[in-house]
């Protein structure tokens, strides 16, 4: 089975069936490896014909197996026209997050769904979208998870709002000009993950848990703890004892504790997602806090519904 993140792509249909595109083929003929469930449970992976329809011009494939349920992804994808006005509307949305204290809630609130499904619906009108790796789809999932969570307190809303808004913009720069149309920082965080994998788990668990934001001690950044780690791993050398210090050995405990927590739920994610998982506990973040973000975004994401998230076709909409 795949280590992949597998999203429902049938355009419309009732939830007796699902299906999602793995990999493509690679034969003359085409087609493509599709992940078919009604639920998670019960998957079945199949070798199916690429959809034999086209756009008017002819320029643009349906991108969807033949015979498949539903409407043609053509239809989802003219009712995803470039849109001038798109722009301007998540520039006005970003403004209101930055200065949230300045706004009432619902204004906020308004402002934080306007972000982040209207950046979704820029990425795919304008053809980038199928492009992103799984890590950088990933991080706009986590966005869309996080669209309408602004409902706690004025203290904390400002400071949400505004991550919030810095995450959204960073995306917004995948259609600039010149852009390489990817976040940064995936290609590192996925070479950190592969090293990881390859740890002793004794290893593993002390690296991810030195990234907590709570320590007596400093915490070595996590590319300097995956590297040191695996030097030492491949001599063979078990992972040293704490200073004689009371500080340092309550940080060793706690490592090993909230590592192993750490390592054990990471392991348990799609690939896409371990992926921007480990970008973010390089960047800073808290490894055990960020790991129990992504996986309330996957849940959030799989209640709603990211295949129903057009305008007029569900709870998540872009009008």
């Not at 079945?44 to 409407?71: I, T």
């Not at 996590?222 to 200073?243: I, K, M, N, T, Y």
Request: with cysteine; glycine share 6%; charged share 25%.
């Amino acid at each position: 089975m795949p280590r992949g993140s597998v999203m429902c792509e049938l355009t419309e249909h009732g939830p007796e069936q699902h299906a999602g595109r793995i990999r493509p083929l690679a034969r003359p003929e085409g087609g493509a490896v599709w992940a078919t469930w009604t639920t998670p449970d019960e998957v079945v992976c199949l070798a199916l014909y690429d959809c034999a329809k086209h756009s008017k011009d002819q320029e643009r494939p349906c991108s969807l197996f033949g015979a498949h349920l539903g409407p043609c992804s053509l239809a989802r994808d003219d009712a995803l026209v470039e849109d001038p006005a798109r722009a301007a509307r998540i520039d006005a949305a970003l403004g209101v997050l930055t200065e949230a204290d300045q706004h009432d809630m619902p204004a906020v609130r308004s402002a934080a769904h306007d972000a982040a499904l209207l950046t979704w619906d820029e990425l795919r009108a304008r053809r980038i979208w199928t492009k992103l790796p799984a890590c950088d789809r990933a991080a706009m999932y986590r966005l869309l998870a996080r669209a309408d969570s602004l409902r706690s307190t004025r203290a904390s809303v400002a400071s949400t709002a505004s991550k919030l808004a810095a995450d959204v913009a960073q995306m917004t720069q995948l259609w600039e000009p010149y852009s390489p149309q990817r976040l940064p920082d995936g290609d590192t965080a996925a070479a950190l993950l592969d090293t990881l994998d390859r740890l002793p788990p004794e290893w593993r668990t002390l690296a991810l848990g030195g990234q907590r934001e709570r320590r007596y001690q400093a915490r070595m950044p996590l590319d300097e703890a995956v590297a040191w780690a695996d030097r030492h791993s491949s001599e063979g050398l078990a992972p040293p004892p704490p200073e004689d210090d009371w500080t340092a050995e309550w940080d060793r405990k706690e490592d090993k504790r909230q590592g192993a927590t750490t390592s054990e739920r990471l392991a348990k994610l799609p690939t896409g997602w371990q992926v921007d998982a480990v970008r973010r506990i390089a960047l800073g973040a808290d490894a055990l806090g960020t790991i129990g973000h992504t996986a309330i975004s996957i849940n959030v994401i799989r209640l709603y519904g990211v295949d129903r998230a057009l305008p007029d076709t569900g709870r998540l909409t872009s009008t």
